[in-house]
């Protein structure tokens, strides 16, 4: 292992076992849910049962938390102080872009992980595919609450309006469906959970569907990264 690479694994293992240790437990606390809810349940229920639970975890309930503490990556170190220490080797927009691909990385492995051991403990409950289309809410969560946070200077605001989407499309799953449809693809961003919750015939849209979110997400985060480029400072 090369000495740059290993100084890069050091400063990541220092960023988020020491620096953000909320993102991994957040990790830990959701698996300890999943297999604990499995080890219960499987033995005695269908994979039609336990189906419904894994996506919604995956890709409803463990994105919003995810997001929100990777909305908050240099806010807290603004408020402590401790940022200037930080910016005087580099800049707002190299250190938020270093932070956030760490955080991805690191939140993109559990879904990976948890798909693939739970699929091998207790049968086929999930597609392989969505080892990766689960992350996707997380990464646009993210860049709507990263857009708006770089825009109005103000993290908690861009929280709010992140948890504010995700109640507005949590709680409209009957309706939104149809609304954000186009050419028979559905753009619902919580889609597996719905597949497994009563709309299988949804299953055909869930790779363009993951395919322009991301897009989306990922041009939120090209944003993201430009405002901070022009020195935007949290309030």
């Known amino acids: 292992m090369s000495l740059?690479?290993?100084?890069?694994?050091r400063r990541f293992s220092l960023e988020f076992l020491k620096l953000h240790r909320e993102v991994l437990a957040i990790i830990i606390a959701?698996?300890?849910?999943?297999?604990?809810?499995?080890?219960?349940?499987?033995p005695t229920s269908e994979p039609s049962e336990l189906q419904p639970f894994m996506s919604f975890i995956l890709g409803v309930f463990m994105?919003?938390?995810?997001?929100l503490a990777g909305n908050f990556l240099l806010l807290k170190e603004v408020e402590?102080?401790?940022?200037?220490f930080a910016r005087t080797r580099q800049s707002m927009e190299r250190l938020w872009l270093y932070r956030?691909?760490?955080?991805?990385l690191l939140s993109a492995l559990p879904n990976i992980l948890l798909v693939l051991v739970t699929n091998l403990i207790y049968g086929p409950l999930l597609?392989?595919?969505?080892?990766?289309?689960?992350?996707?809410?997380?990464?646009?969560?993210?860049?709507?609450?990263?857009?708006?946070?770089?825009?109005?200077?103000n993290a908690y605001l861009g929280a709010g309006m992140g948890i504010t989407f995700w109640l507005y499309f949590f709680l409209q799953p009957e309706s939104l469906p149809s609304v954000l449809t186009f050419d028979d693809i559905v753009y619902y961003p919580f889609i597996e959970w719905l597949i497994y919750k009563d709309?299988?015939?949804?299953?055909?849209?869930?790779?363009?569907?993951?395919l322009v979110i991301s897009a989306i997400s990922i041009l939120l985060l090209v944003l993201c990264y430009l405002l901070y480029k022009k020195n935007l400072r949290f309030i």
């Open 4 to 9: 740059k690479l290993k100084a890069s694994f």
């Open 80 to 84: 402590s102080g401790s940022i200037e």
């Open 127 to 153: 597609p392989s595919i969505m080892m990766f289309t689960l992350f996707v809410p997380t990464l646009m969560f993210s860049g709507l609450m990263g857009f708006i946070t770089g825009i109005t200077k």
């Open 199 to 210: 709309r299988p015939y949804m299953m055909s849209s869930l790779i363009p569907n993951r």
């Open 100 to 104: 956030i691909i760490g955080f991805f």
């Open 30 to 42: 959701f698996t300890i849910v999943i297999f604990g809810y499995l080890a219960l349940m499987a």
């Open 63 to 67: 994105p919003l938390f995810l997001s």
